[in-house]
T-cell receptor
Framework: DAGVTQSPTHLIKTRGQHVTLRCSPISGHKSVSWYQQVLGQGPQFIFQYYEKEERGRGNFPDRFSARQFPNYSSELNVNALLLGDSALYLC????????????FGDGTRLSIL | GEDVEQSLFLSVREGDSSVINCTYTDSSSTYLYWYKQEPGAGLQLLTY?????DMKQDQRLTVLLNKKDKHLSLRIADTQTGDSAIYFCAESKASGTYKYIFGTGTRLKVLA
């Protein structure tokens, strides 16, 4: 069975541009979360979606937004990119809204020039 | 508050045991996790423990939880060079989004 898949794997953008990152959860998983991992640090929570609704949001500016589709895949959008947005963006899924282990994808490495 | 702390580096010889430590601050956390991250990769779930347990063993991995001191440890027996990676502990909140709070990670280097 496929794990959590993310695309693209790498992306280079310039300041001020916007970016869309994509995530497909493990088959049967309905909850998707997004995390940002800056080099040398642990992942930081950005969003959690369940059944297409936002269920949680971390301490990130409004430039960050996300959505979940009927097939439970998800997109993370970042507008007006800043140099500080350079990071590994990780998507995680779990079966439902209950407190269960999350499984992570390999991430999208975003570099801002 | 929300804070998970780990030591930054650990170096061991192949075949020895490794012990990676973690302290957390939120006593309401229900699950505590250990993830492994290899260079250029995402996070691999290694094991997890529920907060009403003291110990969990899974093959070469042993997790110890001291709730009183809010201290979590991961012991890797017979450490191999393939175990070289960054290890993250994480706590999940007791309700709501069950978001994870991660530590800064411990870089384990296994010497042949």
């Amino acid at each position: 069975d496929a794990g959590v898949t993310q695309s693209p794997t790498h992306l280079i953008k310039t300041r001020g541009q916007h970016v869309t990152l994509r995530c497909s959860p493990i088959s049967g998983h309905k909850s998707v979360s997004w995390y940002q991992q800056v080099l040398g640090q642990g992942p930081q929570f950005i969003f959690q979606y369940y059944e297409k609704e936002e269920r949680g949001r971390g301490n990130f500016p409004d430039r960050f937004s996300a959505r979940q589709f009927p097939n439970y895949s998800s997109e993370l959008n970042v507008n007006a990119l800043l140099l500080g947005d350079s990071a590994l963006y990780l998507c995680a899924s779990r079966p439902g809204q209950e407190n269960q282990p999350q499984h992570f994808g390999d991430g999208t490495r975003l570099s801002i020039l | 508050g929300e804070d998970v702390e780990q030591s930054l580096f650990l170096s061991v010889r192949e075949g020895d045991s490794s012990v990676i430590n973690c302290t957390y601050t939120d006593s309401s956390s229900t699950y505590l996790y250990w993830y492994k991250q290899e260079p250029g990769a995402g996070l691999q779930l290694l094991t997890y423990i529920f907060s009403n347990m003291d110990m969990k063993q899974d093959q070469r991995l042993t997790v110890l939880l001291n709730k009183k001191d809010k201290h979590l440890s991961l012991r890797i027996a017979d450490t191999q060079t393939g175990d070289s990676a960054i290890y993250f502990c994480a706590e999940s909140k007791a309700s709501g989004t069950y978001k994870y709070i991660f530590g800064t990670g411990t870089r384990l280097k296994v010497l042949a």
